[in-house]
């Protein structure tokens, strides 16, 4: 290949027989997909190319022509709803919809020549690659010495796999859609702790809210707040590191994330009322303005027709 171009990688081969499908093939298994079930034959593109069956906006397609045919996929004993599951995922609306090229796809997790299935235990692994303080934080968590102990995979076992929705601080506390009421009952420990990681987030989000809509009062009535509201992107990204805390599950680290925050956010909130303070403070400077010089005007209106009333007889 290296007449053609020397970049080409020519491990492919050798990768496949490392495969679950290069394995099977060789056990006689004619069913598996080979280099021109996602490639092609004659309509052979390059993977940059958009057309290209292994472009990564393409590779869920191609995948599911046999993993989401379950006639086909019978005798595997394996799920055929990967596809429509990746359907409804943040990943698939990274990549298919904000045109993400980094977002994963099948072969991401999968790989695509040494394609293996990852196991229980190395799935969070996978996850690391893209989500890498999310697994730093869990691996010092009390949950990854529980998680082993009862076989559970790290990321999945709260984020599900294929169908990876958009997380929400609703996904932590007690509430309907908490993820800890999974494996916590009301009144343990854990319990406790997803609670208050709940509020946590809730008080410093009001917070913001709270804060923001001052400053949009403010900045509508003409006030000079652009400041302040640079000043309060902080407070966001606060928000944003203690939702990533959170996979401490801890106390410590988000409530040091919330608290500086709070302390943003309430700085902004002060900013944005002394904004209308001053504001108040202009309009009653204005409508006394308006009132004086419209007293001058009435006083020179009656000074000069009191000149004019005074010429007047002097004639006569």
């Known amino acids: 290949m290296r007449k053609y171009n020397p970049s080409l990688r020519t491990d492919q081969l050798s990768q496949y027989r490392t495969s679950i499908h290069g ?9 598996v997909a080979v280099c ?25 397609k191609t ?18 709803d990967q596809f429509t599951k990746y359907g409804t995922s943040v990943h698939r ?9 980094s977002a994963p796809t099948c072969t991401t997790c999968h790989g695509n020549h040494g394609a293996a299935p990852p196991g229980v235990a190395t799935v969070q692994n996978i996850c690391s690659n893209c989500h890498v303080f999310q697994a730093q934080l869990f691996s010092k968590s009390p949950h990854q010495e529980a998680f082993n102990a ?6 999945v076992t709260c984020h599900s796999n294929h169908a990876v929705l958009h997380p929400g601080d609703q996904n932590v506390g007690t509430g309907a859609e908490a993820f800890c009421t999974n494996c916590h009952v009301a009144g343990d420990a854990g319990s406790v702790t997803a609670k208050k990681l709940h509020q946590n987030l809730a008080q410093l989000e009001a917070s913001i809210k709270d804060s923001d809509q001052v400053l949009a009062k403010a900045e509508s009535s003409g006030m000079e707040v652009s400041g302040a509201r640079l000043e309060l992107d902080q407070a966001r990204d606060s928000l944003t590191k203690a939702r ?25 909130m002060q900013a944005g009322n002394e904004a209308l303070g001053e504001r108040e403070f202009r309009r009653k400077g204005l409508a006394i303005s308006l009132i004086f010089i419209l007293a001058t005007m009435f006083g020179l209106y009656l000074l000069i027709r009191q000149i004019e009333h005074t010429t007047n007889e002097e004639q006569t």
């Open 244 to 268: 990533v805390s959170v996979h401490s599950f801890q106390l410590g680290p988000v409530e040091q994330d919330i608290q500086n925050g709070l302390k943003v956010s309430a700085r902004t």
């Open 93 to 101: 609306e990274a990549l298919n919809v904000r045109g993400d090229l």
């Open 23 to 31: 394995k099977r093939l060789v056990q006689g298994d004619s069913k």
């Open 150 to 155: 009862a076989r559970l995979p790290g990321c």
């Open 63 to 80: 995948c599911s022509r046999c993993h989401a045919n379950a006639d086909y996929m019978k005798e595997y004993s394996i799920p055929t």
């Open 36 to 60: 021109t079930d996602c490639h092609g034959v004659h309509d052979l593109r390059p993977a940059a190319d958009a057309a290209s069956n292994v472009n990564p906006l393409n590779i869920a």
